[in-house]
């Protein structure tokens, strides 16, 4: 094998724009957030100072307008960021996806005084936001949601407690789905709450397999006064706004699937050319070999599936389904991808001295956020042959 036979993924970018932003992350990542993943993974350290340095680099708000503080970036720019800071540790990668997520609502539904008030803040201001759909009795039947927000005057009252909020408890802002009306999607509005809300608390972070350092709660909500200009959308609008948001969050996921897939690529790489067994690198073997191929494969299929449902998106076309089929395949190829670069650590890659088990850990959460992949199923098959008959 020759040497330097990993090197970084050749991306097509539309813009010379966006071959410099590509270059700024790329040594960010390299100088700011890969030398201390493993570690600080490992001690469970949230990386509030990544992100913020993120916010001044102008990286939290790329697919947002640059009138409010955005980047101006199309999706197809702004998913390949994500996947080179997923790459480099999934815990920032992903908090950049649910940032953007828990800002489309007001992005994209908010009136023009509220995002002049409040988007310049969250886009590039040093906040933190995060996104509550999820509760302990709904999760993939999200439209079931139980937290209730009733009219007061000119405030709203939420009561109710959310599950499996990424930044649950250090978020400076949470877009909260509340239901202010009768049963089913139609009786759920959009609130946008402040991180210090009173009566709003957060529980213990979840003990999690993977993505020790993201942290993920619940949220109590005990009486949490909310003020009617801050609310996002007509009532009864915020699931369709939650809907809309979760589309584009698949791609995030998406791109962040593939970055921890290319990681564990580039590692079992690095260790196969490497590694000498009876004489001769371990890549010489053919099963190896093959096993390698096999994960490119799978990497180069789930980036260009990700970025063909990207460019639907900045074209203005529908990409729903697309976006379910990114996150479908993209999330499974990471597991396949990651376990199989265990395998040809062997030994090695089952212990921490190497990174190749914390992708396969982090990968598996990855076919579970944004709407399980039985229900990517489910979306795509609707897609294709209508609503289910039942």
Same mark, same amino acid.
């Given at each position: 094998?020759?040497?330097?036979?990993?090197?970084?993924?050749?991306?097509?970018?539309?813009? $010379?724009?966006?071959?410099?932003?590509?270059?700024?992350?790329?040594?960010?990542?390299?100088?700011?957030?890969?030398?201390?993943?493993?570690?600080?993974?490992?001690?469970?350290?949230?990386?509030? $100072?990544?992100?913020?340095?993120? /916010?001044?680099?102008?990286?939290?708000?790329?697919?947002?307008?640059?009138?409010?503080?955005?980047?101006?970036?199309?999706?197809?720019? @702004?998913?390949?960021?994500?996947?080179?800071?997923?790459?480099?540790?999934?815990?920032?990668?992903?908090?950049?996806?649910?940032?953007?997520?828990?800002?489309?609502?007001?992005?994209?539904?908010?009136?023009?005084?509220?995002?002049?008030?409040?988007?310049?803040?969250?886009?590039?201001? %040093?906040?933190?936001?995060? @996104?509550?759909?999820?509760?302990?009795?709904?999760?993939?039947?999200?439209?079931?949601?139980?937290?209730?927000?009733?009219?007061? !005057?000119?405030? *709203?009252?939420?009561?109710?407690?959310? &599950? *499996?909020?990424?930044?649950?408890?250090?978020?400076?802002?949470?877009?909260?789905?509340?239901?202010?009306?009768?049963? !089913? #999607?139609? !009786?759920?509005?959009?609130?946008?709450?402040?991180?210090?809300?009173?009566?709003?608390?957060?529980?213990?972070? $979840?003990?999690?397999?993977?993505?020790?350092?993201?942290?993920?709660?619940?949220?109590?909500?005990?009486?949490?006064?909310?003020?009617?200009?801050?609310?996002?959308?007509?009532?009864?609008?915020?699931?369709?706004? +939650?809907? /809309? =948001?979760?589309? /584009?969050?698949?791609?995030?996921?998406?791109?962040?699937?593939?970055?921890?897939?290319? #990681?564990?690529?580039?590692? &079992?790489?690095?260790?196969?050319?490497?590694?000498?067994?009876?004489?001769?690198?371990?890549?010489?073997?053919?099963?190896?070999?093959?096993?390698?191929?096999?994960?490119?494969?799978?990497?180069?299929? !789930?980036?260009?599936?990700?970025?063909?449902? #990207?460019?639907?998106?900045?074209?203005? %076309?529908?990409?729903?389904?697309?976006?379910?089929?990114?996150?479908?395949?993209?999330?499974?190829? &990471?597991?396949?991808?990651?376990?199989? +670069?265990?395998?040809?650590?062997?030994? @090695?890659? @089952?212990?921490?001295?190497?990174?190749?088990?914390?992708?396969?850990?982090? =990968?598996?959460?990855?076919?579970?956020?944004?709407?399980?992949?039985?229900?990517?199923?489910?979306?795509? #098959?609707?897609?294709?042959?209508?609503?289910?008959?039942?």
């Amino acid at each position: 094998m020759p040497d330097g036979a990993v090197q970084p993924v050749e991306r097509q970018l539309p813009t $010379e724009e966006a071959q410099d932003l590509l270059a700024l992350v790329r040594e960010l990542v390299q100088r700011e957030i890969a030398p201390h993943a493993a570690d600080e993974e490992a001690a469970g350290r949230f990386p509030r $100072e990544l992100f913020s340095l993120l /916010s001044e680099s102008g990286l939290l708000g790329l697919p947002y307008d640059s009138a409010f503080g955005g980047g101006d970036q199309p999706y197809e720019v @702004y998913l390949q960021v994500l996947e080179e800071l997923a790459a480099a540790r999934l815990t920032i990668g992903l908090g950049v996806s649910v940032h953007s997520l828990s800002c489309h609502a007001l992005a994209g539904y908010g009136t023009k005084e509220q995002r002049a008030e409040h988007l310049p803040r969250m886009l590039g201001g %040093k906040l933190l936001g995060a @996104y509550c759909l999820s509760e302990p009795s709904s999760g993939s039947d999200a439209a079931s949601l139980r937290t209730k927000a009733v009219r007061d !005057g000119d405030d *709203w009252v939420l009561t109710g407690t959310k &599950a *499996w909020i990424t930044h649950g408890g250090v978020a400076d802002f949470y877009t909260v789905l509340a239901r202010t009306g009768g049963e !089913g #999607a139609k !009786g759920v509005t959009a609130f946008l709450v402040p991180g210090d809300a009173p009566g709003l608390s957060a529980a213990v972070p $979840e003990k999690k397999m993977g993505m020790n350092g993201s942290p993920t709660a619940q949220l109590h909500f005990d009486g949490v006064r909310v003020p009617d200009a801050r609310r996002l959308g007509d009532e009864g609008q915020g699931f369709a706004i +939650a809907l /809309s =948001a979760l589309d /584009s969050g698949r791609l995030g996921i998406a791109a962040c699937a593939i970055g921890v897939a290319q #990681a564990a690529l580039d590692e &079992a790489l690095r260790y196969a050319t490497e590694r000498r067994q009876f004489g001769r690198p371990i890549a010489d073997f053919q099963g190896l070999r093959f096993m390698l191929a096999d994960m490119a494969t799978q990497i180069e299929a !789930g980036r260009a599936l990700y970025l063909a449902a #990207a460019r639907l998106r900045d074209a203005g %076309k529908p990409f729903s389904k697309q976006a379910a089929m990114a996150k479908l395949l993209c999330t499974d190829a &990471a597991m396949k991808v990651t376990t199989d +670069a265990v395998q040809v650590l062997g030994g @090695y890659g @089952y212990t921490a001295d190497f990174p190749v088990e914390r992708y396969m850990r982090e =990968a598996k959460v990855l076919q579970i956020v944004e709407g399980t992949n039985q229900i990517q199923r489910m979306v795509i #098959a609707r897609h294709l042959a209508g609503p289910d008959s039942r």
